[in-house]
């Protein structure tokens, strides 16, 4: 999968516009939240979509992964897109329509551990949501893997807007804020009919997926299915267990900084869109060269864009906690813990998926268990004694932690060079 550097600076291009849509959805999201109720509704807000992403791992299998990887490395063979392609859907449906039915029934017992009714009533009203959101975590990764990152970067883009029009229209209609997550299930929904009409267009889907391809799709999936689930779990681990000692109130608070500090996080994330498929190609060749110089050119771009980017972030994140106002103020310093935290591991962050992408999924999920292992110690410790402070300090750390981890991983086992 030869891509000329014209190509990889359209392809940068596109996604970034996407994820400028993206992350201006994130910032408006959050206003509208606080503007129109406050910051316990905020915090409830965020604690049920932090349980719903990871429970969404859990429904999709890891199967985005094997997808991704499978997709990319037969990207010239129709056929053979098309066989992984089925089989992965066929998979996806199977699994997530029974952890979407455990999770509404689960509920109550998700409430009773935040100590928050509300947060039971939002995971009831987005659970259709689930459903949808982990299907379509397959129909994207099979965009991804023919490497159609424009319209990729439309997708990103689009859920955003969806995102915003349904929170607006929650804030017009005075919605109880128990209502909120229920923009999730609207926009789920809305992309689940139009990624799927599109892969319907360039993708012979409608198949009796073959055996073999859903033997391996499961094979991979018990191997790196629990990385997926650590992988989701570890960027909520924060806000999760902030919701198990403190208040909804201070979880808003934080989660404001969070959600911001996520959207920064994009950055990161579309430069893993565009070079994990190319990792992929290399790797199924062994060609462990061309994997070398791919890392080099991203790494190298990747810190270019955080020197750009990070001052940028922590000067301008101040002035939306003041224009927010009921009492933000207090989550400028998390959100610049977890900003610099990020920056510093970003080179490697990039690559983050490269054992999967070399088809060593057991070994992808031995590196999260060591990442999701170091973040609950560091956020068990030091959310006790710093409450926000100890949680951004702890997941900052983490990052660190990873980075470290898997460059030792990587080195040892495809030989490979991320740092």
């Known amino acids: 999968m030869a891509v000329t550097a014209a190509e990889l600076r359209a392809d940068l291009i596109y996604n970034y516009a996407g994820l400028a849509v993206l992350a201006a959805s994130g910032i408006v999201l959050n ?5 129109g109720w406050d910051e316990e509704a905020l915090g409830v807000f965020n604690q049920v979509i932090a349980v719903y992403v990871v429970v969404a791992m ?22 053979e897109v098309a066989n992984t392609a089925s089989a992965s859907v066929a998979l996806s449906l199977a699994s997530s329509v029974p952890v979407s039915l455990a999770f509404y029934l689960s509920s109550g017992i998700i409430a009773d551990l935040f100590d928050s009714p509300a947060v039971g009533d939002g995971i009831r009203i987005i659970t259709p949501g689930l459903l949808c959101f982990s299907i379509n975590k397959v129909l994207i990764a099979i965009v991804n893997g023919l490497q159609h990152m424009r319209v990729f970067a439309l997708v990103q883009g689009l859920r955003g807007a969806l995102v915003v029009v349904c929170i607006t229209g929650c804030w017009w209609q005075d919605a109880p804020s128990w209502q909120l997550p229920i923009v ?3 926009t789920e929904v809305a ?5 799927l009409g599109y892969i319907s267009t360039q993708v012979r889907l409608w198949r009796v997926p073959p055996a073999s391809w859903l033997a391996t799709h499961i094979w991979f999936c018990a191997k790196n299915f629990a990385s997926g689930v650590l992988l989701e779990l570890n960027g909520r ?4 267990m902030l919701g198990v000692y403190h208040s909804d109130a201070l979880v808003g608070i934080y989660s404001f900084a969070a959600l911001f500090a996520e959207g920064f996080f994009q950055l990161i ?6 070079y994990q498929p190319m990792v992929a190609v290399h790797a199924a060749q ?19 864009i955080m020197l750009g980017t990070v001052p940028l972030a922590l000067l301008l994140f101040p002035v939306a906690t003041s224009i927010a106002g009921a009492g933000l103020s207090d989550s400028v310093l998390p959100f610049a813990i977890l900003v610099l935290g990020m920056a510093l591991a970003a080179g490697v962050l990039t690559f983050q998926n490269t054992l999967a992408m070399a088809n060593l999924p057991g070994w992808h999920t031995i590196f999260m268990i060591g990442a999701v292992t170091a973040n609950v110690a560091a956020n068990a410790v030091l959310i006790p004694q710093f409450d926000i402070i100890g949680a951004a300090a702890a997941t900052a750390c983490s990052y660190l932690l990873a980075a470290a981890l898997l460059t030792a991983l990587t080195r040892k086992l495809v030989g490979a060079r991320l740092f």
Not at 31 to 35: A, H, L, R
Not at 191 to 195: E, I, K
Not at 286 to 304: C, K, N, S, W
Request: charged share 20%.
């Open 58 to 79: 859990l429904a999709s299998g890891g199967l985005h992964a094997a997808t991704l990887r499978a997709v990319a490395a037969h990207h010239d063979d129709a056929e």
């Open 191 to 195: 992309l689940f009919v139009l990624v």
């Open 286 to 304: 062994d060609d462990i060269e061309a994997v070398d110089a791919v890392v080099r050119t991203g790494r190298r771009l990747t810190y270019l």
């Open 269 to 274: 994330v579309v430069l893993q869109n565009i």
């Open 184 to 186: 999730f299930t609207l």
């Open 237 to 240: 681990i924060d806000v999760l």
């Open 31 to 35: 206003f509208i939240v606080v503007w």
